[in-house]
């Protein structure tokens, strides 16, 4: 899950992320602190920012890698008929499954 935030700087303002490994606030709790220190990757300042303020989007690279398992199924499968309904099924299931696990990180804050 790639977790994106804004810099503070008023004249960058630009969309920051960072990778993280945790499916949820309290496990990035755990994992980082209740803030998180990094450099702009645009203007090079630092900004510290509370894991409230982080919001979750999708891996877009599993989405890829689930259209592509879709397109090898579909080559093996050809020849059985079964060639629509799997190939839609299967990018179309990962792309719901990462969209709802940012969704639900995106619902649950952290009480100070």
């Given at each position: 899950?790639?977790?994106?935030?804004?810099?503070?700087?008023?004249?960058?303002?630009?969309?920051?992320?960072?990778?993280?490994?945790?499916?949820?606030?309290?496990?990035?709790?755990?994992?980082?602190?209740?803030?998180?220190?990094?450099?702009?990757?645009?203007?090079?300042?630092?900004?510290?920012?509370?894991?409230?303020?982080?919001?979750?989007?999708?891996?877009?690279?599993?989405?890829?890698?689930?259209?592509?398992?879709?397109?090898?199924?579909?080559?093996?499968?050809?020849?059985?008929?079964?060639?629509?309904?799997?190939?839609?099924?299967?990018?179309?299931?990962i792309w719901?499954?990462?969209?709802?696990?940012?969704?639900?990180?995106?619902?649950?804050?952290?009480?100070?």
């Amino acid at each position: 899950m790639k977790l994106n935030y804004y810099c503070s700087t008023p004249s960058c303002k630009k969309l920051n992320s960072i990778k993280v490994e945790s499916n949820n606030r309290f496990d990035l709790k755990q994992e980082v602190g209740l803030e998180i220190n990094e450099r702009c990757k645009h203007c090079g300042n630092h900004t510290k920012r509370h894991i409230n303020r982080l919001h979750a989007s999708p891996n877009y690279f599993i989405i890829l890698g689930g259209l592509a398992l879709a397109v090898i199924v579909t080559i093996l499968l050809w020849d059985f008929g079964f060639v629509s309904t799997l190939s839609g099924a299967i990018p179309i299931a990962i792309w719901m499954s990462e969209e709802k696990k940012a969704s639900a990180f995106n619902k649950v804050l952290i009480r100070d």
